[in-house]
T-cell receptor, first 113, second 115 residues
Framework: DAKTTQPNSMESNEEEPVHLPCNHS???????IHWYRQLPSQGPEYVIHGLTSNVNNRMASLAIAEDRKSSTLILHRATLRDAAVYYCILRDVGDNYGQNFVFGPGTRLSVLP | DAGVIQSPRHEVTEMGQEVTLRCKPI?????LFWYRQTMMRGLELLIYFNNNVPIDDSGMPEDRFSAKMPNASFSTLKIQPSEPRDSAVYFC?????????????FGPGTRLTVL
């Protein structure tokens, strides 16, 4: 699996936007970019995913660089409930459904009131 | 939908005892995954099933670990005998084949402490 690199931790103030970066310089053309997050004492949960175009959903936005070697998860207005570990994961769309997600250490986001 | 259900939520046992963790995937999901999370190693896959058949168990640490999926709505992860280094949070996840988002849905986890 292609590897991702994320900052270990980030801080944000409540109600401000948060930009969580992810570098994936070895990404292949068939790799989807997935983001999951893990709230304290819970299992990981899906946030968003994309291939080439920027994506928006009710939770967040995903901005993908034109060369696809990096991406940014955007939380438009951070709340205290967004404090979590955020994982950026690459998943080969050509994979025959078999592969697990490889979770790295992720970015621990702290949200300050 | 109730989501992925795991039991027990917490388990404390003594070294050498048998431990059985249980998982009920989301109804209709074809894939079931068992993960383990520790501070040292993070979240790592142990084994996954497709249509109740084990596909990849290369993450199972050793023969003390075994997993079964007797039917589409139930899976167990057994550790026998348990050791203190098995202390971790064990997550079960399920996924629907053909879901274009490739989303895995995780349960709340079982926190295992082996004394």
């Amino acid at each position: 699996d292609a590897k991702t690199t994320q900052p270990n931790s980030m801080e944000s103030n409540e109600e401000e936007p948060v930009h969580l970066p992810c570098n994936h310089s070895t990404i292949s053309g068939t790799d989807y970019i997935h983001w999951y997050r893990q709230l304290p004492s819970q299992g990981p949960e899906y946030v968003i995913h994309g291939l080439t175009s920027n994506v928006n959903n009710r939770m967040a936005s995903l901005a993908i660089a034109e060369d696809r070697k990096s991406s940014t998860l955007i939380l438009h207005r951070a709340t205290l409930r967004d404090a979590a570990v955020y994982y950026c994961i690459l998943r080969d769309v050509g994979d025959n459904y078999g592969q697990n997600f490889v979770f790295g250490p992720g970015t621990r986001l702290s949200v300050l009131p | 939908d109730a989501g992925v259900i795991q039991s027990p939520r917490h388990e404390v046992t003594e070294m050498g005892q048998e431990v059985t963790l249980r998982c009920k995937p989301i109804s209709g999901h074809d894939y079931l995954f068992w993960y383990r999370q520790t501070m040292m190693r993070g979240l790592e896959l142990l084994i996954y099933f497709n249509n109740n058949v084990p596909i990849d168990d290369s993450g199972m640490p050793e023969d003390r670990f075994s997993a079964k999926m007797p039917n589409a709505s139930f899976s167990t992860l057994k550790i026998q005998p348990s050791e203190p280094r098995d202390s971790a949070v064990y997550f079960c996840a399920s996924r629907l084949a053909g879901d274009h988002t490739d989303t895995q849905y995780f349960g709340p986890g079982t926190r295992l402490t082996v004394l």
